[in-house]
Nanobody, 123 residues
Framework: VQLQASGGGFVQAGGSLRLSCAAS????????LGWFRQAPGKEREFVAS????????VYADVVKGRFVISRDNAKNAVYLQMNSLKPEDTAVYYC?????????????????WGQGTLVTVSS
């Protein structure tokens, strides 16, 4: 199983980026999908999750109102639209597939992980 994240890059504060994550070798239409991030010198933290049918969306407080998670089960993909980016959003962003249909914030609830894509926000 492979999760391929893409869309990272360099952006100025206040800008936007859209991350994508496509899964191969297995369908995750019945699993929650999530995004996590890890900044230099910090532990990995939860960003957002989406249930199997997009009916339940959960966001970390620090990104609420700025980031939007979505998914396309036909494409076996999950997305993260990031707006109003701040320097503190700089991190490697990872997509992950949950163990169940609703996984929420806990990283232990996710089994499959992508390789990460770097987002750098300059001030």
């Amino acid at each position: 199983v492979q999760l391929q994240a893409s869309g990272g890059g360099f952006v100025q504060a206040g800008g936007s980026l859209r991350l994508s994550c496509a899964a191969s070798r297995r369908t995750f239409s019945n699993n929650a999908l999530g995004w996590f991030r890890q900044a230099p010198g910090k532990e990995r933290e939860f960003v957002a999750s989406i249930s199997w049918n997009s009916g339940s969306l959960v966001y970390a407080d620090v990104v609420k109102g700025r980031f939007v998670i979505s998914r396309d089960n036909a494409k076996n993909a999950v997305y993260l639209q990031m707006n109003s980016l701040k320097p503190e959003d700089t991190a490697v962003y990872y997509c992950a597939a949950g163990l169940s249909a609703y996984s929420g914030p806990g990283s232990t609830r996710y089994r499959y992980w992508g390789q990460g894509t770097l987002v750098t926000v300059s001030s």
